[in-house]
């Protein structure tokens, strides 16, 4: 299966999402022209969840009017399980109805991947597995949060991953080479940490702030190469081997069409790469893990 380097993500057609988020949930109509334009530029996949708000009802409606139904590949999540203490079998109904109603909110007959969202419910992944061969998903897989089921996604035959990625990030660097290895498509989101990484510094919560002076190392390296912190972000990113697919949500089309020009130049030189890495250090998950921001506050 065929994926474009860049996914577009939409759960900010369905919530109020990100840090940096200032102008809120895109209209309907804002939403339509952003895939409209991802299409036209060559993105054939898209990013959702049942937990997007309405991102999924968005998706279907825009799709249909657009006549992208046959043309865009669609991935989206199964909700948490483990935490609802279901039997075995209450799980499988479970997956199963969230898989259905995906498919009828979307409109289509089958998800390019579908993917557990909550990590622990990977030891439930025989079942999602189970829907490929009735020909409801292209393949399962899972959004990993932290770097502890990494193994688990080895062993289980996973061939779809989705994880953050960015500059601050190392928790998956070993992973990488596994998943290659394994023939593992590997999603990356996050890739400017939800904003956190652009956003002006009188901005950062205090929860966060400890992540100023890494941002004033690497946007010197940026300047010193003739770039901007953007740029030094995405070609970060998009030279690792290993990765398939690049997720970005986007608010309009410009800043679409600003992460497809990034995504377009050539992964940092060598020499670049390796002072962007020698400047970061191990950051707590605290800073990293957006899952934890609000914990912290």
């Known amino acids: 299966m065929h994926?474009?380097?860049l996914m577009l993500g939409t759960v900010q057609f369905g919530l109020n999402y990100g840090i940096a988020n200032t102008v809120g949930k895109p209209s309907y109509e804002t939403a339509r022209d952003i895939i409209q334009a991802a299409y036209e530029s060559g993105v054939n996949c898209l990013d959702t969840a049942a937990g997007y708000g309405d991102s999924e009802a968005v998706l279907g409606r825009a799709l249909a009017e657009l006549n992208l139904k046959d043309k865009m590949q669609v991935i989206s999540k199964v909700p948490g399980i483990t935490q609802q203490n279901l039997?075995?079998?209450?799980?499988e109904r479970f997956i199963v109805e969230s898989v259905e109603n995906s498919l009828a909110r979307l409109g289509v007959k089958r998800l390019a991947a579908c993917l557990f969202h909550v990590e622990q419910d990977i030891r439930?992944?025989?079942i999602?597995?189970?829907l490929e061969k009735k020909g409801l998903i292209g393949g399962a897989g899972i959004s990993l949060d932290t770097n502890h089921y990494c193994d688990d996604v080895i062993a289980a035959g996973i061939k779809y991953v989705q994880l953050p990625y960015n500059v601050l990030d190392k928790r998956?660097?070993?992973?990488?080479?596994l998943a290659q290895q394994n023939g593992i498509a590997v999603f990356t989101r996050s890739v400017y940490l939800q904003g956190l990484l652009l956003m002006p510094e009188d901005q950062i919560r205090e929860s966060l702030l400890e992540v100023i002076p890494v941002r004033r190392r690497l946007a010197c390296l940026a300047v010193?190469?003739?770039m901007d912190m953007s740029e030094l972000c995405m070609r970060f990113v998009s030279g690792n081997p290993a990765i398939t697919c690049i997720l970005t949500g986007v608010d309009n089309i410009q800043q679409l069409r600003q992460n497809l020009q990034l995504m377009e130049k050539d992964p940092l030189p060598t020499a670049l790469y390796q002072k962007v890495k020698a400047s970061v250090p191990i950051l707590e998950e605290k800073i990293i893990r957006p899952f934890l921001w609000n914990k912290n506050r």
């Open 87 to 91: 039997s075995e079998s209450a799980a």
């Open 124 to 126: 439930y992944i025989g």
């Open 3 to 5: 994926f474009s380097k």
């Open 224 to 226: 010193e190469a003739g």
């Open 172 to 177: 998956f660097d070993s992973f990488f080479p």
């Open 128 to 130: 999602l597995q189970s």
